[in-house]
């Protein structure tokens, strides 16, 4: 079945640096845009970035242009989000997100934390 598994979550400094990682499965990877979404606490999930199946071609919600890159490596199943000049506001549960076959699937996040 398909599972998206996120790692790299943690707790930095405003302005630092994290790189979220999301190992897929259970799909044929190259053949599926994959996305990266948020949700703070009590606000809505929404778009980070996306990219296309084979990594051409990316979008940015306007709040992280120029911050966070999306990237894929499909010999390895995973997408990143590497998340430079952190702010407060970017402090979030990241999520993996496929639409596969007709359905949507997420991972279960990972905890994104900005404070000093």
């Known amino acids: 079945q398909v599972q998206l598994v996120e790692s790299g979550g943690g707790l930095v400094q405003p302005g630092g640096s994290l790189r979220l990682s999301c190992a897929a499965s259970?799909?044929?990877?190259?053949?599926?845009?994959m996305s990266w979404y948020r949700q703070a606490p009590g606000k809505e999930r929404e778009l980070v970035a996306g990219?296309?199946?084979?990594?051409?071609?990316?979008r940015y919600a306007d709040f992280v242009k120029g911050r966070f890159t999306i990237s894929r490596d499909n010999a390895k199943n995973t997408v990143y989000l590497q998340m430079n000049s952190l702010k407060p506001e970017d402090t979030a549960v990241y999520f993996c997100?496929?639409?596969?076959?007709?359905?949507?699937?997420w991972g279960q996040g990972t905890q994104v934390t900005v404070s000093s």
């Open positions: 259970g799909f044929t990877f190259s053949s599926y845009a």
């Open positions: 997100y496929a639409a596969v076959g007709g359905r949507t699937y």
């Open positions: 990219i296309s199946s084979g990594g051409g071609n990316r």
